[in-house]
């Protein structure tokens, strides 16, 4: 989508004919249709593999099977269990009702009862308790970081209220800017969550509401560039694993997903950005730096213990001359630093033109060092066991904990997560297991 230029108010769609099913996909005229002579002809392409000849659009080869888009092994991912804070209050909404975690699969975006969605997380925990957070937890301030106009005001609409003004703009609670009004937020993020690119966690304010989503969590696995798209060409319609409409999305939809899919609900929702190991590991593809410069993280948001580091960061990577957003890109992926993502409608002026706008609002955040009660009854570890080492206990550990006849040190286990944690500066590294848990804490306090 074009930004910074007026936006033209989408066309309604067209009511559907009686008697027509309006999920009805049609044929595009300009692709190849089923004839007598060539009867296994497709007009929709399906997925084809990745590990397709890339150059072979010109030869000739027989129809492809449909395959399973590409994901990331689910086993390697954590499912969580319980709400996202410890304190039993804050999983309560502001309405008093209790809030639910519901991960996002391809099956939640499936056209069916909100019943049947993926199964909701039950709130009944037990606080965890054997740890206290210490006082040196570090506060960030909301910094508003990019204005997106969205449309030029008339003088006479200038002094209306923002609520007026997105009566025309805006409908069903749909708060993306596209030229088809079929193309929701929902449907931007079916396609992130169909390629693998992302793997998103919602909180529920209410468990049988799927749109009653309090705050959410996004976790960015991979990005795909225009030389490594699924098809050879850019354009060519890909289906969607479930039946959604609209059906089908190409490179161009991938794109927008990206820019689209974070506007939620204005103020009062956010976003918790975190990174997957492969792709703080991965090649950044030079279309992504837009994202970032509306989207990502700066340095008012980047936590203190990482500032001596940046410096030198730049001259081991060699990138001292690009541009700053560029480099804070880099640095935030390879760091792996989470941050929090909100937003809200406002006006702006822009060349002495006034446009109801989009605001982006970040703000930082930094894992709480947790010290246990007892650290101070225990002795300082004089030597740094190997990870060999610390495997066989954590796993020895571990087994003691599904043992119920064994009777574990608490003690022992804490001192061994933190031996296990003090192996890396990672701000969250999914082996990493005290960073596992700190990463999981309720940013939102």
Do not use: W
């Given at each position: 989508m074009n930004r910074g230029k007026p936006q033209t108010r989408p066309t309604r769609p067209i009511a559907p004919t009686p008697g027509v099913n309006p999920f009805t996909i049609r044929p595009d005229p300009n692709q190849v249709r089923p004839t007598a002579l060539n009867p296994g002809a497709n007009p929709y392409p399906i997925r084809p593999s990745l590990s397709q000849n890339r150059y072979s659009a010109l030869a000739h080869f027989p129809p492809l099977n449909q395959t399973a888009l590409p994901q990331c092994s689910s086993s390697n991912m954590?499912?969580?269990?319980?709400?996202?804070?410890?304190?039993?209050?804050s999983s309560v909404s502001p309405s008093g009702k209790l809030r639910f975690s519901q991960k996002q699969t391809s099956e939640s975006y499936a056209m069916k009862q909100p019943e049947n969605f993926a199964e909701a997380v039950s709130p009944a925990t037990k606080k965890v308790t054997g740890k206290a957070l210490s006082?040196?937890?570090?506060?960030?301030?909301?910094?508003?970081?990019?204005?997106?106009?969205?449309?030029?005001?008339?003088?006479e609409l200038e002094n209306f209220e923002i609520r007026n003004l997105l009566k025309p703009v805006?409908?069903?609670?749909?708060?993306?800017?596209?030229?088809?009004?079929?193309?929701?937020?929902?449907?931007?993020?079916?396609?992130?969550?169909?390629?693998?690119?992302?793997?998103?966690?919602?909180?529920l304010a209410d468990q049988s509401d799927p749109d009653s989503i309090a705050y959410s969590k996004f976790t960015i696995k991979k990005i795909l560039s225009p030389s490594n798209w699924l098809t050879d060409h850019l354009l060519t319609p890909i289906n969607l694993s479930k039946r959604f409409n609209p059906q089908t999305f190409n490179w161009f939809d991938y794109r927008n997903a990206w820019m689209n899919f974070l506007f939620v609900r204005p103020i009062t929702h956010s976003w918790f950005v975190k990174y997957c190991t492969e792709a703080s590991t991965s090649v950044i593809p030079r279309w992504f730096y837009e994202w970032w410069s509306y989207f990502g993280g700066n340095k008012q948001v980047r936590p203190k213990r990482f500032e001596d580091g940046y410096l030198q960061f730049q001259i081991d990577e060699n990138i001292s001359t690009l541009p700053k957003h560029i480099k804070l890109c880099k640095y935030f992926f390879k760091r792996r630093l989470s941050y929090i993502i909100s937003w809200t409608f406002c006006t702006a002026e822009f060349d002495r033109i006034k446009y109801l706008s989009k605001e982006i609002r970040i703000k930082g955040w930094s894992p709480a060092k947790r010290e246990s009660p007892s650290s101070s009854k225990r002795p300082p570890v004089k030597d740094s066991p190997s990870k060999s080492e610390l495997k066989q206990r954590l796993e020895k550990a571990l087994s003691e904990l599904d043992n119920e006849k064994a009777n574990p040190d608490q003690a022992a286990i804490e001192q061994l997560l933190e031996e296990a944690s003090?192996?890396?500066?990672?701000?969250?590294?999914?082996?990493?297991?005290?960073?596992?848990?700190q990463s999981y804490l309720n940013p939102f306090d």
């Open positions: 954590l499912v969580l269990k319980k709400p996202f804070s410890q304190d039993p209050e006082t040196e937890k570090e506060n960030f301030e909301v910094y508003p970081l990019y204005t997106l106009p969205i449309l030029a005001l008339d003088k805006y409908n069903n609670r749909n708060c993306v800017d596209s030229d088809n009004a079929l193309k929701t937020r929902r449907y931007f993020e079916f396609i992130l969550i169909d390629t693998g690119s992302i793997e998103i966690e919602h909180e003090s192996q890396s500066d990672d701000n969250g590294d999914m082996l990493n297991p005290k960073a596992l848990a």
